[in-house]
Structure formats: C-alpha cells, structure tokens
C-alpha cells in the first residue's frame, strides 16, 4: 500500500530527454519522455489496444506511436491517430501522470491526475540561497522495500555500526534519542557535546577543536527524508542556544521512490551553509554519501530478506521508536486516503 496524493521523484531532470524512458513506479509502469518544448510526458506505459508498452514503441513528433499498430498519443496521454483505422476511436486514451520539475529532479503525482496539488510539494529551504552550495547528487537501486530505507534514515545510532569509517564517532553508539512528531512527518535528534568531529565531516568544518553535534533526522510524507548533520564549537551548541556564526550545516536530502513491494529508487544529493561553488567540496561530499548509501544497501537488501524469510519473531528496540511512529502516521494517512476515495 502506498500514499497517492503526492509527489514522488520519478528521475532526474537532465536525464529525461526527448526519447521515451521506462519507469516503474508504485508498482505501476511509466514512461516517461520530453517535448520539443521542454514538457514532461509521463503516460501509463501500455498502449490501450493490446497493452504493449508504449516504451517499445517510438518519439515522433511530440507523439509517441505505439510500436505494434501505430496508435498514437500527446503528452496529455489523448489518442490524436489510428493509422490501421479511418477514425480514432471514441474515448482512446492512455493514462496520464501529472509532472512538475523541481530542485533537479521530475516528480510525478500518483494520484488522481485532477487531485493534482503543487502546493503539497515539498519546499527545500535555501535551495539557491547565496552562501549554501549543493552536490551534483546520484542515485541507486535498492532491493527492499522503501519504508526499510525510511527506518533507516530515521536511526542515528546506527552509523556507529554501519558507517564505522565516515559517521560514526564518539557518542553516536549511546546517546540518548529525542523524538518529535507532527502532521507531515517525525524528527529524531540529539546532541552530542563536547566530542571529536567524525572524519567526513571534520575536513569541512570551518573551526578548530572539539565539536557539539546534533544529528537531526527527519522524515516526511510520504519517503523524503532530511538528515542534518549541524557542528558548533564546543560550548555554542545545544536545543536552546542560537546557532553560532561558525555553525556548520550539512544536509542530506533523500528521495525515496517505491517501484514495488521488494524494490526502491533511492535518490540523494547534500546541501551545506559554506563552500556555494567549491566543486572540490562538492565531489567529496558526493563521494562519502555513495559510499555510506553503498554501506546502507548492503544492510537494508540482506535486512529486506531477512524480514521477509523469517522463521522466528522480531523485536522492536527504543531506537526504533522514530521509524514505528512515521509507519504509523503514513498507514493513518493511507487509510484516509483509501477511505475518502471510497466515498
Ligand atoms: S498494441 Fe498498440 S496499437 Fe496495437
Ligand atoms: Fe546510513
């Protein structure tokens, strides 16, 4: 079951071009391609008469012609020729997914096209703001299902065990969790005082000494997640002090798409408040998020399989507490969703 009523990344914005790209997305399959002005098409990828996949067939013209019988549709997904037949038939036409370009990426409402809502996209703070520079981003496969990579990124502690080489670092293993919860998401954080800044992070940070951390891990309806690294000078941190001038922020912005049940599409890139055009920093930082997500799908395809051929009951820990209440707000969520569609 997933939540509809909202965007998910369907790809990269550089990377769909005039030509018909395959996506399956929620179970369901898409393709997806670009006019020649620059509009997304995203269409239900079988053609209406005998359901090949319109990816097999042809970009012409704005128009993708199904490549067994030559019917023909716009981005709009209307048929516009039936090339074996004198006329269109009556009410020919391919499902259409409402797509809006944003922040690199194409996102795709999965909903009801005429549910269609721009204004739930989620906003990304100082996304072009002077001073804030950003990674090219990448993205991965994952074979699991998507709420085990949202369990993930809602679970500080486990950098301690997983990313023993870049994240983990002094108190990450046993500080205790904070959690808070609202309409569109959860927040797990902590601080951790007065500790050595771990070695991803340390080559960036902008002053010198020990460093008060705060992990800030945020998931929101219905798969992003936010994961905030924030360093200030030892003494200048903690829930109720203003963030010093010297404060270092890293984000890390995570998409997570469900193709199915057992498969995800796991999208990324990093922001941070310094170094706005240092290409250097940039590739690094790139480099260190494939390599801990590299490390991540490792765990989470082997954790997938593990769930899913379980011989023995599970037990949940006070560190999965984060992760259970997102779970628990997007079944709310989809059940309302089920419900209202019903009616
Ligand atoms: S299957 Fe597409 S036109 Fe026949
Ligand atoms: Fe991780």
């Known amino acids: 079951m997933y939540l509809r009523d909202c965007w998910y990344v369907a790809g990269w914005s550089k990377q769909i071009g005039q030509r018909l790209t395959p996506v399956r997305m929620l179970g369901e399959d898409i393709v997806l391609f670009r006019t020649s002005t620059g509009e997304i098409g995203a269409l239900e990828d079988a053609c209406p008469h005998r359901k090949l996949p319109l990816s097999k067939g042809s970009l012409r013209d704005d128009t993708v012609v199904c490549g067994y019988h030559g019917l023909t549709f716009n981005h709009h997904g209307a048929c516009v020729a039936a090339p074996t037949q004198e006329r269109v038939p009556t009410g020919a036409a391919v499902r259409r997914y409402p797509a809006i370009e944003r922040y690199g990426f194409v996102w795709l409402w999965m909903g009801a096209a005429d549910q269609a809502d721009e204004s739930k996209l989620i906003s990304i703070e100082n996304y072009d703001a002077p001073g804030w520079g950003r990674t090219e981003g990448g993205d991965m496969p994952i074979a699991c ?23 983990a670092g002094a108190k990450t293993e046993s500080q205790p969790l904070r959690i808070d919860v609202n309409s569109d998401g959860v927040v ?82 990093q922001h941070r408040n ?31 399989l593990g769930m899913k051929q379980r011989k023995t009951p599970y ?6 507490a984060g992760a259970l209440r997102f779970r628990k707000l997007l079944k709310a969520r989809i059940e309302a969703e089920t419900a209202q569609a019903a009616a």
């Not at 929101?220 to 200030?232: A, T």
């Not at 037990?315 to 999965?320: C, E, K, Q, R, S």
């Open 145 to 167: 299902n998507y709420l085990y990579i949202v369990d993930n990124l809602l679970d500080p502690a486990h950098v301690a065990w997983v990313h023993v080489g870049s994240f």
């Open 188 to 269: 797990v954080w902590r601080w951790m005082m007065d500790t050595p800044a771990p070695a991803y992070y340390a080559p960036l940070i902008k002053f010198e000494g020990l460093v008060d951390r705060k992990q800030h891990y945020e998931c929101v309806l219905p798969s992003i997640g936010i994961n905030k690294s924030i360093f200030s000078p030892a003494g200048h941190g903690g829930p109720d002090k203003p963030l010093h001038d010297k404060t270092y922020i890293n984000i890390s912005y995570n998409f997570m798409t469900p193709v199915d049940e057992d498969n995800s599409r796991y999208y990324w890139f």
């Open 274 to 304: 310094t170094d706005p055009d240092d290409a250097a920093i940039s590739e690094r930082m790139n480099a260190g998020a494939v390599m801990a997500f590299t490390e991540d799908r490792e765990v989470l395809e082997a954790v997938h």
């Open 315 to 320: 037990l949940d820990l006070a560190l999965d």
